[in-house]
Structures are given as structure tokens and as C-alpha cells.
């Protein structure tokens, strides 16, 4: 059952509200952030508690800061392949992709996941970036029949090890036979969505793309009311478990001034494609140059980290800044401190010592591999 209304928000309307707020705020949400110029529940309650009850059973979060750009017309999938450096030749109707779309440097702009709901229409579920402004833009002097828009589409995130049981009682058996990085049509109620075996959390789970805001909140309570029983909680994306599996944030782990390759991410790269995607010439200029730079792991020693980095913290070796971390946590499970950096190549072998400067003073640090828990993604991919 839905808990009451404990906390007044004193919210401009320049920062919009996603069509789950309210029903955020009855349910427990205690912050906010901002995301997409959208309001994104960030807490309710104790962060480590969030964690275990994602990792143990189930949460619904409200991602509806994921906003959609949509792209229609009889030169969409031209148009689409253009913003990115990821071949999608092969991409079937129904199925979704993890892009980046790049700039004419080859700096990555977005990270979204790419859905394909029909030949001639795709939605790219972005990350916090403008790209609606950036495939407008790009569409007004590409010459291809294309329209971009924003549709009244609104994403929650149900995930955990339980999501498969809650999902199965809201939809049926039919649920289970949806693939991993594939879409479908549904309906609960007369509701209608889209889902996808997709999710920021590295762990088993689905989004369920709300395609009329008006009903924001009516969703939220049946999936609540049918899910509470089977273990369900309200949440919030962790940064506990999304740090564990490597996952990356943009503008803390990457932004217009990070290329693919420093991320590891050659694999979304495809120089040798005919198509004159956005980026290209810099991007094969990059490979054959070499980075100077690369993403690692690190374990920081000392006390547990009190909540996740707030700022970029400086990386040492001797008296040299080789780099900074982008995201750092205490993992109640690895009983450790770890975290995303970036730093100089000639210092991104495992076993590497550095220091990280914190406010209150140096730490020592080591080089390890990512992600740091279940490296291969069997849970994400629902593997036994």
C-alpha cells in the first residue's frame, strides 16, 4: 500500500516532473535530483538499504528522466546510423542496442540505449544530454526525410532477482520469453507500454515505457499493489551496484571530451562501415594514433567512503596527477572502496599503486579489473 505524503518539495516549474512524482513522493522519496530538466527521486531512505533490496529482490525507480528521441520517416534508419559510430546494419525491429553517439571529434555526446519499435521508427532512451536539440540540429542539414520529436513516453525501471516473478504476475508467462535487449508491446489495463529486458543496474531486470503520462501514477500503483507482496520495494537507481558492474554515468564517467577508446568501448566502433557517421575521420585518427588515457578500476584503502564522490579527486603517483577518479562508493558486499578513473596509460596495469587526494588527505590505491562484481554480466543477462 502507497505510505502518505510526509515532506513538502518547493519546486520551480522550469524543472519538470515526471508522470511518477507523485507517486515517488506518497511511496517514501526523500531527494531529488535533476536530470534531463526532469526531477529524479535519489533517495528513499538508506542508500545501502536501497542496494540490498535490489540485489535480494526488487525495486521500481522512476527513470522517466530517460527521455525519448524519437525518429520517424522513410530515412530513419539512415538517419539513426548517421548519429552513431555502432553498426546497426543488423538491428531487427524489436530489438535494442547500447550506442554512443559522437561528435565531430569523436567525443561521446550520449550513451543511450536505442530501441527500434518498426522499420521507419526508432527511440534513442538517452542518458543527461540535449540530443533532441543535437538530431534536430544534425536532421536540418543532413537532407534526409526525417522528423524528430519528443513522444509522451515515460520509462520505470523494475529490477532485482525478483523482477522476473513480479513481472510475470502483472503480464503473464509470455513476460519470460522476452530476450535480453528486446522490446515488446503490452498492455496492463488498458495501459499501454513498451518493455525491454533492459536496465542501469547490472542486475536482472526490465523498463516499462509509459506511452501516456496521464496515467504516471495509476501504473505505479498496480505494479506496487502486485508487487509488494512478491518482495517489490521503491527505489532508486544505485550507485552501489551500477559502480560494482562497471556501468557508466555521463558527465561523471564520460562526456564530450572522452572518445570511445579511452573507455574501452572499441567495440562500439566500427571504422570499417561505408557510412560517413558523425565523427568518423577523428575517430580513425584516434586509433591509429593511440589514447593517451584509459578508464580503470580502483580500490581505494581506508574507511568505508561515506556516500558517493561529489567531485573529481586527484590521482598521484610520486608528486605527478596522472588522472582523477569519476566515481567512487563503499560496497557494503565487497567490503571495499572502489571506483571508476581516468588515468595516464603508462599507469593502467593491474596491480598499479597511486594515490587518490581526498579533502581530508591522501589514500592509497590500487589498479584493478572491472567490473568488480560478476565481470562476465551472467546476472544482467538472466544467465544460470
Known sequence: MSRPMNKAFGFGTQIRKSPFFDATVRWG?????????????????????????????????????????????????????????????????????????????????????????????????????????WAQGVATHAGLDVKINEPDVSPLQLQGPKSGDVMEALFGERIRDLRYYWLEHFELDDIPLVISRTGWSSELGYEI?????????????????????????????????????????????????????ELGLDRLVDLDMPVDFIGKPALQTLKQTGITRSQVGLVIEGDPLSGPNTEFWPVTAGERTIGKVTSAVYSPRLKQNIALAMISIDHVEVGTVCEVQLAEGARAATVVPKPFYDPKKRITAGAQ
Not at 78 to 85: G, S
Not at 214 to 242: C, D, F, N, Y
Not at 250 to 258: P, S
Request: aromatic content about 8%; some cysteine; hydrophobic content about 40%.
Open 209 to 261: 515505457y509509459l506511452l501516456d503520462g496521464a496515467l504516471g501514477g495509476q501504473l505505479w500503483e498496480k505494479i506496487m499493489a502486485v508487487g509488494e507482496p512478491l518482495g517489490l520495494k521503491p527505489g532508486h537507481t544505485s550507485s552501489i551496484r551500477r559502480i560494482e558492474g562497471g556501468m557508466l554515468s555521463y558527465h561523471a564517467d564520460m562526456d564530450a571530451d572522452t572518445n570511445p577508446f
Open 29 to 133: 522519496a526523500t531527494d531529488f535530483s535533476v536530470y534531463n530538466h526532469m526531477y529524479i527521486p535519489r533517495s528513499f531512505g538508506d542508500p545501502e538499504q536501497n542496494f540490498w533490496n535490489l540485489v535480494n529482490d526488487a525495486i521500481l525507480c522512476d527513470v522517466a528522466v530517460e527521455r525519448q528521441v524519437e525518429i520517424t520517416g522513410p530515412d530513419a534508419a539512415q538517419f539513426t546510423q548517421l548519429l552513431t559510430p555502432r553498426n546497426l546494419s543488423e538491428c531487427a525491429v524489436g530489438q535494442c542496442k547500447y550506442v554512443l553517439i559522437t561528435n565531430a571529434e569523436g567525443g561521446i555526446i550520449n550513451d543511450p540505449v536505442l530501441l527500434r519499435l518498426a522499420q521507419d521508427r526508432f527511440w534513442l532512451s538517452l542518458a543527461d544530454s540535449d540530443v533532441l536539440l
